[in-house]
């Protein structure tokens, strides 16, 4: 299996991909062609726990790995790191609606299926193909990636990582998650912008020549944990697999029936994945994708002009809160039919304009896969309440968005098919925002005593990891502009 970049032909191996993390040319990579799971390994994938799951699915993209190799990763990640050592469990809050909990992990929430992963893909990695250079791993996070990443990479020999966030943009929880984060090669930092400025300061950093002879003189390279690394985004197309599997498994599906997808998404790498997974042969007929206020990708798929000259809010899905979709970049090559020239064309005039407008025949592919919709904080609100009065599901404001958009399309559409919706953060990472949604009024000052209040409320128990945070200390409380953010990281490995 090799890979190319988006906007130039530059064939690599999985190995170079994952350790580079980013194309030279500002690209993402993207394999070659996709792998077909046939009718033998689907019924060997059903019957299998999620650990199987995993190595299949990576063997088929990962070919330059060894077996030992995945075999180590994956039962490494996997291994007493997530509730009850299962990753991803599915649960129906109704006829033919699942939720896919992808927050079990160590910082609840979905990041860390990809990112309890990627240090094992990405130190295998980089001892085939770095020279003995140590990884820097440069994050931007609009609030769980930079937890997760922090969380995988924490004290892995031959890493150090630095993160970016912006100060104002997330959670009070997602805050504390990160700056007392433990560690000798870490190194966390706010922004004082939005989560945008962050991702587009660690990509023009990437390609910068001056930062690569710093690095080169001290024998290190860049590599990222964002999901525009495909370490990242390859772990995801797992959970979509393993939800199909467990839908025949369990007599949801029949086998190769087609369900729909709806995924909260802000960057787009979350949905891509499932992208993927059809593309290997998993039966999605349709993908949801549902935004917050900050509506730029279903304003996107419904007209086909991606513009992001408009006004940022900050909302109660914190980790939405993006107008600059990296991930949208591979879409726009599978729409181009792999046509590195197209997409570096739209990446140009994203850069230049702010905004791109597709062709009338890629708009039709675009909207014969998705939908697309969005609701503000109060619909959000609305739609947490009523979920925990009907059917008493505690979810968080991003999985509620999902909810939202997929019943107003039920609605509209009539199409009553299977859906399943990804559940990305564990409501206890935003009970400020969850407790008035399911009635609370009078709120204490106390952020732990808001988990408090929401387990008395739920009768649901506080995660552990967030309850540990209430004795732990600030490590990291820097703070800079973000044309700062290149000195930041100088002074860090200095």
């Known amino acids: 299996m090799r890979y190319t970049s988006t906007r130039s032909r530059c064939f690599v191996t999985s190995a170079q991909a994952i350790a580079r993390g980013i194309a030279e040319d500002g690209g993402l990579f993207v394999p070659e062609s996709f792998p077909q799971i046939d009718d033998a390994a689907m019924e060997k994938l059903i019957s299998g726990d999620y650990k199987f799951r995993a190595k299949t699915i990576l063997s088929y993209y990962l070919t330059d790995f060894t077996t030992e190799e995945i075999d180590r990763c994956v039962e490494a990640a996997y291994t007493g790191t997530f509730d009850d050592d299962t990753p991803a469990p599915l649960v129906e809050v109704k006829k033919n609606l699942h939720l896919l909990e992808l927050w079990h992990g160590?910082?609840?929430?979905?990041?860390?299926?990809?990112?309890?992963?990627?240090?094992?893909?990405?130190?295998?990695?980089?001892?085939?193909?770095?020279?003995?250079?140590?990884?820097?791993?440069?994050?931007?996070?609009?609030?769980?990636?930079?937890?997760?990443?922090?969380?995988?990479?924490?004290?892995?020999?031959?890493?150090?990582?630095?993160?970016?966030?912006p100060q104002n943009g997330v959670s009070a929880m997602q805050k504390l998650q990160m700056t007392t984060q433990r560690g000798n090669n870490v190194a966390v930092c706010g922004i004082a912008g939005n989560f945008d400025q962050a991702q587009s300061g660690v990509k023009t950093i990437f390609s910068d020549g001056a930062m690569k002879d710093f690095l080169a003189q001290r024998k290190m390279c860049f590599s990222s944990a964002n999901s525009i690394n495909f370490g990242r985004l390859v772990p995801q197309i797992v959970y979509y697999v393993s939800a199909y599997c467990d839908l025949v498994k369990t007599g949801k599906l029949r086998r190769g029936e087609p369900f729909n997808v709806a995924v909260p998404t802000g960057n787009f790498g979350n949905i891509l994945a499932a992208v993927y997974a059809k593309k290997m042969g998993i039966p999605i007929k349709k993908f949801i994708c549902a935004s917050n206020r900050n509506a730029v990708l279903s304003d996107f798929i419904a007209t086909g002009t991606y513009d992001r000259n408009r006004e940022f809010f900050l909302t109660i899905s914190p980790s939405m809160d993006i107008l600059i979709s990296s991930n949208l970049e591979r879409m726009l090559y599978l729409l181009a039919d792999g046509d590195e020239k197209v997409v570096a064309e739209y990446m140009a005039q994203l850069k230049s304009q702010g905004k791109y407008t597709i062709p009338s025949a890629m708009l039709a592919k675009l909207q014969t896969l998705f939908a697309g919709g969005f609701c503000d904080d109060a619909a959000t609100?609305?739609?947490?309440?009523?979920?925990?009065?009907?059917?008493?599901?505690?979810?968080?404001?991003?999985?509620?968005?999902?909810?939202?958009?997929?019943?107003?399309?039920?609605?509209?559409?009539?199409?009553?098919?299977?859906?399943?919706?990804?559940?990305?953060?564990?409501?206890?990472?935003?009970?400020?925002?969850?407790?008035?949604?399911?009635?609370?009024?009078?709120?204490?000052?106390?952020?732990?005593?808001?988990?408090?209040?929401?387990?008395?409320?739920?009768?649901?128990?506080?995660?552990?990891?967030?309850a540990a945070l209430r004795d732990a200390e600030v490590l990291h409380p820097a703070s800079v502009d973000p044309a700062e953010m290149a000195n930041f990281i100088r002074k860090t490995l200095a």
Do not use: W
Not at 111 to 120: C, I, N, R, V
Not at 142 to 161: C, M, N, R
Not at 434 to 459: Q, R, T, W, Y
């Open 106 to 165: 160590p910082t609840c929430a979905f990041k860390d299926m990809a990112l309890q992963l990627l240090p094992h893909l990405l130190t295998t990695a980089a001892a085939k193909v770095n020279d003995g250079k140590k990884s820097v791993i440069l994050v931007a996070t609009s609030g769980d990636t930079g937890k997760a990443a922090l969380d995988g990479f924490a004290d892995v020999p031959g890493t150090e990582i630095i993160v970016f966030y």
């Open 381 to 466: 609100q609305a739609t947490i309440g009523k979920l925990f009065q009907e059917q008493h599901y505690l979810a968080d404001p991003h999985t509620a968005v999902a909810v939202n958009v997929c019943e107003r399309y039920r609605k509209a559409t009539g199409d009553e098919s299977v859906c399943v919706i990804a559940s990305t953060a564990s409501p206890y990472k935003f009970a400020q925002a969850v407790l008035p949604a399911i009635g609370e009024k009078n709120l204490p000052a106390d952020g732990f005593a808001m988990l408090e209040m929401l387990a008395a409320k739920s009768h649901t128990a506080i995660p552990a990891p967030l």
